[in-house]
């Protein structure tokens, strides 16, 4: 095979999991989202509750947007470091490998998430008395300035998945593609937040656990999905020269080859036990 031709199949490859990190992050966002209400729903109610009630309910939808805006652009500058980065030569030559240690990373955020491992990811864009001070001032402006301004500082408040979903957007391969990754990810987390900004939901401190767990073990697959592309680029670029990697990469195909028939396989045996039944139903 000539390196045209595995160029051109890299680029579906590529193609095809820039849509499966966006699909995943959305559900990430929405299950996510139960973690939010825990750590961000008694904020959001108590601010809305301090400032008064409104004519609209507008100012809701600018308080969760102005969020989200915030999570974008976190995304954009995480994607230009990664760019950055391999443009200048620091990873250029080994930005499959950086991929792949962007991968484990990811995988490590989100089992400290899940507590099997002592580590809690997140960071503090600004110091939560500064965060605090802004909080309060903001109820004293017009309802649609305060809303924004409370809105942006919510979306600068720590958070462990977050924060991986960011590092997850330092491997965009384009800034856009990162900010994307972000607003997708944003996206997921607005009906739940939004209800919340309405009228505070009550859900129970166990729900809210087992839906952040759900959404790290979707960042795990994510992270997967990211070393898996590492490792396709890494034997693109080098595909003259084997190695180990190379053999990694077509155990891992063949085993993903094997689980797709497998599911084909399931999903026949499926389909032909509910024609039995529905063929028995109707003699």
Sequence with gaps: MDHSTMDHGMQHVVAAAGGFDYGLAFMAGVLGSGHCLGMC???VSGYFMKAGPSRTYFPYFVYQIARIIVYTLVGFAAAALGVVLVSSGVFGKVQSILQMFIGF????????????IPLQGSVRLLP???LRRGYAESRTKDPLLGATIAGLLNGLMPCPLTFAMA???????TILEGGLLMLTFGAGTLPTMLFVSVAFGKMSAHFRGLMLKSAALIMIIMGC???YMGLSFYVAD??????????IKNEIDAAIIYLGQLVEFLKQMMDYYAGMLKNSQGS
Excluded: Y
């Design 128 to 130: 939560m008395n500064l």
């Design 238 to 247: 080098n595909f003259q020269h084997h190695n180990f990697i190379h053999d």
């Design 41 to 43: 729903g008694a904020l």
């Design 225 to 227: 999905n990211t070393i």
């Design 167 to 173: 590092v997850k957007a330092t491997s965009a391969t």
């Design 105 to 116: 990373v990811v995988i490590l955020l989100a089992m400290g998430i899940l507590g099997w």
